[in-house]
Nanobody
Framework: QVHMVESGGGLVQAGGSLRLSCAAS????????MCWFHQAPGKERALVAA????????YYVDSVEGRFTISRDNAKNTLYLQMNSLKPEDPAVYYC???????????????????WGQGTQVTVSS
């Protein structure tokens, strides 16, 4: 059975940092693009960042460009999201997800992801 477990969320002051991890088990995702989504209360789940299967290419939505860094360690089957300079608009539940393909031209469609983590809460105090 496949499991993807996020960790690293919590409460941080505005301007602070958090590092999220997503550990996968049950199968390897070394040939899949991986992504982070977030979902705030009352809003739809939205893409935050994506990384190709090899880690050679990354994508960020404009609101996190320059502040967040997505990375992966295929040997550990683990995905990361380094979140710096957190802002009051960043709080949400953050989910990791495994894309069906090694890379994509559009990472924003949730329907292309077959595996999801359970989410980790990120809260930012002003």
């Amino acid at each position: 059975q496949v499991h993807m477990v996020e960790s690293g969320g919590g409460l941080v002051q505005a301007g602070g940092s958090l590092r999220l991890s997503c550990a996968a088990s049950g199968r390897t995702f070394s040939t899949n693009a991986m992504c982070w989504f977030h979902q705030a209360p009352g809003k739809e789940r939205a893409l935050v960042a994506a990384i190709t299967w090899s880690g050679g290419s990354t994508y960020y939505v404009d609101s996190v460009e320059g502040r967040f860094t997505i990375s992966r360690d295929n040997a550990k089957n683990t995905l990361y999201l380094q979140m710096n300079s957190l802002k009051p608009e960043d709080p949400a539940v953050y989910y990791c997800a495994a894309h069906r393909l090694a890379y994509s031209r559009n990472y924003a469609v949730p329907g292309y992801y077959d595996y999801w983590g359970q989410g980790t809460q990120v809260t930012v105090s002003s």
